[in-house]
């Protein structure tokens, strides 16, 4: 045990039951261990030596004694569109009476429903709503946040949800990653010239999100009542031209071939899957794409199609799991919940569930480097579970085990008290 590195550290947690998620085995499992952290990265993992306790108090060295409590990767929700105005409360009811989703879509309601409250909402609206979704997020251990916008299908709205998004991470405790999502539907203004809108977004929306520095990501909905193939592939052109790593919400309610599409260009992750073939599962194999699984929206929209999990383990693809919390396919704010779904509708094991929402989860964002596992150098976020075994998590709903969120170093949600 290197008591210089203890020292000169700004955090100590002793005699954790680890969930690393990098070594070989089961959760990367290290128990009884000590964590450190110093400026915000984790500085130490080691297994507990016998006195050490005693050498802390000795050298007046605070630490936390977690009492065999496990410790995880701080959670990443990875695909969510977490501002946006009103709720759709009304077609959850149309829904419940034979209406489907797609029928409401066409019929001006489902995401234009939504654009119209959004466009009409303030910043600082928007900004109070998401905050009170993200604090239930944050409160079951998640620590990284992806927000979509997709809810303005015009410059001053698109603009002013990716402005509220980026703002975010100034006023919670969590990292933001921001997606440009204006190819989400047809606004209303287009609604006879979906190309044309496709070159709006190109030639006038996107060059200004860029400008501005308001996305890490683009994306796009290829889907019968969204975007063609070729429609989508204009706006991963200009998105590439942009120097942006792309996303695809791909295969939810038919099989359209944009999972090739996505893996043509590398993309960080194609999101839903219930219709992909298993040629798109082998080009996203190829590609090193995350497959983003969302069983909420599965659920809420009652799916009989499992995504192919089989053909995701054959090939070796990276599953994630995230909430896509909604207004109206997925109102849902728990990700402890999507790790339940995730096995019980999706038969996942329950490490896969938590490698979903981990390492997978980085992978999907680009930020495997820095964030997913727990290592000596990345940033120091990490999760604190009152359980005497990971299985527990996906085990359970409804009830919240987490006792402590650490970020960059620092607590942020302590419940040990």
């Not at 992750?269 to 798109?280: A, R």
């Not at 996203?284 to 053909?311: N, R």
Request: hydrophobic content about 40%; proline content about 5%; overall charge negative.
């Amino acid at each position: 045990m290197s008591l210089n590195t203890l020292k000169q550290a700004d955090g100590i947690w002793l005699n954790a039951n680890l969930m690393t998620f990098n070594n070989e085995l089961p959760y990367g499992t290290v128990e009884n261990a000590v964590i450190a952290t110093e400026k915000g990265r984790i500085s130490l993992i080691e297994p507990m030596t016998v006195g050490l306790e005693q050498q802390l108090d000795e050298l007046n060295i605070s630490y936390t004694d977690l009492q065999g409590k496990w410790l995880s990767p701080g959670l990443i929700d990875c695909h969510t569109h977490i501002v946006y105005g009103g709720n759709r409360a009304k077609e959850f009811e149309m829904r419940l009476t034979g209406v489907s989703y797609e029928e409401i879509a066409r019929q001006g309601g489902g995401i234009l429903s939504t654009v119209k409250a959004t466009r009409a909402a303030s910043e600082s609206e928007l900004t109070a709503s998401a905050i009170k979704r993200i604090e239930r997020l944050l409160s079951e251990g998640v620590t990284t946040i992806e927000i979509k916008s997709g809810y303005g299908l015009d410059l001053e709205t698109e603009i002013k949800m990716l402005k509220v998004a980026r703002a975010l991470e100034e006023q919670i405790p969590a990292t933001i990653k921001t997606t440009f999502l204006g190819a989400h539907a047809v606004p209303p203004e287009y609604k006879e010239n979906p190309d044309d809108y496709i070159s709006y977004l190109c030639d006038e929306v996107l060059p200004q999100v860029v400008e501005h520095n308001l996305a890490d990501a683009v994306d796009a909905f290829c889907e019968n009542i969204g975007f063609s193939k070729e429609q989508v592939e204009k706006v991963f052109a200009a998105a590439e031209n942009a120097d942006l790593p792309i996303k695809l919400h791909a295969e939810q309610l038919s099989d359209q071939e944009g999972t090739q599409l996505a893996a043509s260009y590398k993309a960080l992750s194609v999101d839903h899957l219930e219709y992909v073939s298993e040629e798109g599962i082998a080009a996203i194999a190829s590609s090193g794409t995350v497959a983003v699984l969302l069983p909420a929206a599965f659920y809420y929209l009652h799916e009989k199609q499992v995504p192919p999990i089989e053909w995701l383990r054959e090939y070796k693809v990276p599953m994630a799991l995230a909430t896509d919390c909604n207004p109206g396919s997925a109102p849902c704010t728990s990700l402890l919940l999507m790790l339940n779904m995730g096995c019980t509708l999706f038969r996942m094991t329950p490490e896969e569930t938590l490698r979903a929402v981990t390492i997978n989860a980085a992978k999907a964002l680009g930020l495997q480097k820095e964030l997913g596992t727990l290592a000596v150098g990345k940033r120091a976020d990490f999760a604190i579970w009152d359980i005497k075994a990971p299985c527990e998590l996906p085990y359970a709903f409804g009830h919240n085990p987490c006792v402590g969120v650490v970020k960059n170093g620092e607590p942020v949600l302590d419940k040990l008290i």
